[in-house]
């Protein structure tokens, strides 16, 4: 069974760049099947789906924050990242990664907050 | 902008039945949205339970089951437990990106 974990710092402030990586376990990150996304849930609020990479490296990301946003993978490393530019006190969040296969948002890691604060 | 919307809450007796629906601001879901729901409990990362409409993870207990209905996706529990009481979203597909439904709050009482 797939196991993500995410890491990277806590506390991040405003005007940087949040940096996140997520460890996956229990499979390849090169698997033609998978699809590697992030999505984020603002404390009491609901969730919001950020961006999807594929194995080849093709992204997808959510429209509203497409300027912002980069997803890269590694696969010697079996991970992928997440990178947000010029964040706010808006980007403070538990951040989650996840695993699409094919059609099916399986599996999540545990998550990480991410304050965002000076 | 795309928005998914959800029913806000829900209250449910305990053996009751329930039906969360999520709905698509470009008009009626079908299959082809893939729609997926999730429940979430306090504290805990979303749990998976449903997929490409219908279909159940090998994890997801048997009284719940998805389905379209009158234009939006739906996700029906039959015979609801206390530990149902969680909150759950929607997630659909649109050509290469995912928009989740803002989620429903289920209480059992």
């Known amino acids: 069974q797939l196991q993500l974990q995410e890491s990277g710092p806590g506390l991040v402030k405003p005007s940087e760049t949040l940096s996140l990586t997520c460890t996956v376990s229990?499979?390849?990150?090169?698997?033609?099947?998978?699809?590697w996304g992030w999505i984020r849930q603002p404390p009491g609020k609901g969730l919001e789906w950020i961006g999807n990479?594929?194995?080849?490296?093709?992204?997808y990301y959510n429209p509203s924050l497409k300027s912002r946003v980069t997803i890269s993978i590694d696969t010697s490393k079996n991970q992928f990242s997440l990178k947000v530019s010029s964040v706010t006190a808006a980007d403070t969040a538990v951040y989650y990664c996840?695993?699409?296969?094919?059609?099916?948002?399986?599996?999540w890691g545990q998550g990480t907050l991410v304050t965002v604060s000076s | 902008q795309t928005v998914v919307t959800q029913e806000p809450s829900l209250t449910v007796s305990p053996g009751g039945t329930v039906t969360l629906t999520c709905a698509s601001s470009?008009?009626?879901?079908?299959?082809?949205?893939?729609p997926n729901w999730f429940q979430q409990k306090p504290g805990q990362p979303p749990r998976a339970l449903i997929y490409?409409?219908?279909n159940k993870h090998s994890w997801t207990p048997a009284r719940f089951s998805g389905s379209l209905l009158g234009g939006k996706a739906a996700l029906t529990l039959s015979g609801v437990q206390p530990e149902d009481e969680a909150d759950y979203y929607c997630?659909?597909?649109?050509?290469?990106?995912?928009?989740f439904g803002g989620g429903t709050k289920l209480t059992v009482l």
């Open positions: 470009t008009g009626a879901v079908t299959s082809g949205y893939y």
């Open positions: 990479i594929y194995f080849s490296g093709s992204t």
């Open positions: 996840a695993v699409t296969m094919v059609t099916a948002l399986s599996y």
């Open positions: 997630l659909l597909y649109y050509g290469g990106a995912w928009v």
């Open positions: 490409s409409t219908t």
């Open positions: 229990g499979g390849s990150i090169s698997s033609s099947s998978y699809y």
